[in-house]
């Protein structure tokens, strides 16, 4: 089932427009050299069969796990003979080249260098520090994104009518069709892979077919309808009364119905913050990693960072002062609650601030006892107001007993 034209690749929208680089590398005689960067079953390979097919270049694959100097270097070799007696041109594919150690890339330099092949690279590791920088810069990079749901529905409603697929010979229904859709996770080989196994077990392909076939349960579940808000809720209900086991049977359901790992990180961000704050002022950078990671790895690694995080936010001291802090404040600035800067808070750098008087009367902070020192700060008409009012728990405790005096003293209570 592999495309044989761009026109038939699915997804990589933002890759196939006209005047893209892939576009010109296939409409265009003249050799180029790429990284293409994504996820597995993204399209990596296919790409670069679509590259040497319809430009009717030589193609030769190369697998950094088993190759080595030399076998690179004997490929390169073959297609400068080939581009010299024959004119035609090479693409030389290398697959996960981020396994290429330093000498194995250092041997493609002067091939890229030179442009006696085409060369494309696939790696699902950031090239950035997995490739050498004489050879990247030398590259385009073009990053490949996990396909959607549509693009992996589309592959199996092609596969099953396809004389290259299952011509036909197998139904396929509805709803082993979404089933398939959820395993996929964004890969469209994987996809392939549990259809034909399921094609293998019987000729009306249903629900029970696929799980028998690929030996994993559906999981009730639907991205947009209400399993989705209601698992969520029950996540971040389970984390905030702190029951660690409960919120990861939801983030092990949300990941194994093949939700978007980045909204549940990005979850988990905002619960850092909603619900533990300054209680535990490490669980934000805990939940921030973890987005980072899932961005940098995904899944299915990235799901161990995921559960990381979201023990440390269920058994985390729990605060949502922050979220009241800012909550107040905001209140007040929508009813107009706002006032004036005071004016030796003003800006004072610019010509002219000093005849306006602006900063007249500042006392800098680092020229007084433990850097306090007391004057009016907020505007008159919020003089008074009380945003931040800590908890007593965890970590915040100290703040608690901090933010008190310190408040009292720039009131002059203390």
């Known amino acids: 089932m592999r ?3 761009l026109d038939e690749v699915l997804g990589q929208r933002h890759l196939l427009g006209q005047g893209t680089p892939l576009r010109r590398l296939v409409e265009s005689e003249a050799p180029m050299s790429l990284f293409l960067w994504g996820p597995p079953g993204t399209g990596k390979t296919t790409l670069a069969y679509v590259v040497a097919g319809v430009t009717k270049r030589r193609f030769v694959e190369i697998s950094a796990v088993s190759a080595g100097v030399k076998d690179v270097r004997a490929a ?12 035609r041109q090479t693409v030389l594919f290398v697959d996960e080249v981020h396994r290429f150690n330093k000498a194995q890339q250092d041997a493609l ?12 690279g696939a790696t699902t590791e950031n090239p950035f520090f997995s ?3 004489p050879l990247l810069s030398r590259s385009l990079l073009l990053t490949l994104e996990s396909l959607s749901d549509d693009d992996i529905r589309a592959v199996l409603q092609r596969a099953v009518t396809d004389e290259r ?3 036909g010979s197998n139904t396929l229904a509805p709803e082993a069709l979404e089933h398939l859709v959820r395993l996929a996770g964004g890969d469209a080989r994987r996809s392939l892979t549990y259809l034909e196994a399921a094609a293998l077990l019987a000729d009306d392909i249903t629900v029970e077919v696929v799980e028998k076939a690929v030996d994993k349960a559906a999981v009730r579940y639907d991205r947009q309808g209400d399993q989705h808000y209601d698992v969520i809720s029950a996540f971040i209900k389970s984390m905030r009364g702190s029951d660690a086991d409960a919120a990861l049977h939801y983030l092990a359901r949300m990941i194994e119905a093949g939700e978007d790992p980045r909204f549940i990180a990005r979850r988990l961000v905002i619960f850092a913050s909603e619900d533990v704050g300054m209680a535990d002022n490490t669980c934000l950078q805990t939940a921030v990693a973890a987005a980072q990671a899932v961005q940098l790895i995904g899944l299915p690694e990235a799901g161990i960072n995921l559960a990381h995080a979201v023990i440390h936010c269920a058994l985390a001291p729990k605060s949502n002062a922050v979220v009241k802090a800012i909550g107040a404040a905001s209140d007040d600035v929508r009813r107009g609650l706002i006032g004036q800067v005071p004016g030796h808070l003003r800006d004072a750098h610019y010509p002219g601030a ?3 008087g602006h900063g007249k009367g500042y006392k800098y902070p680092h020229d007084f006892e433990h850097g306090l020192v007391r004057q009016d700060y907020a505007p008159e008409e919020t003089r008074e107001r009380r945003y931040y009012e800590p908890t007593r728990h965890g970590a915040e405790a100290g703040f608690f007993e901090r933010w008190s005096r310190i408040r009292d003293f720039l009131r002059g209570l203390s």
Do not use: C, H, Q, Y
């Open 3 to 5: 495309p044989r034209t």
């Open 354 to 356: 000093a005849k306006l």
């Open 109 to 120: 330099l002067p091939a890229v260098e030179n442009r006696w092949v085409t060369f494309i």
């Open 131 to 133: 490739v050498i920088s």
């Open 76 to 87: 390169i070799d073959t297609a400068r003979r080939e581009l010299g007696m024959t004119g």
């Open 165 to 167: 697929g299952l011509a």
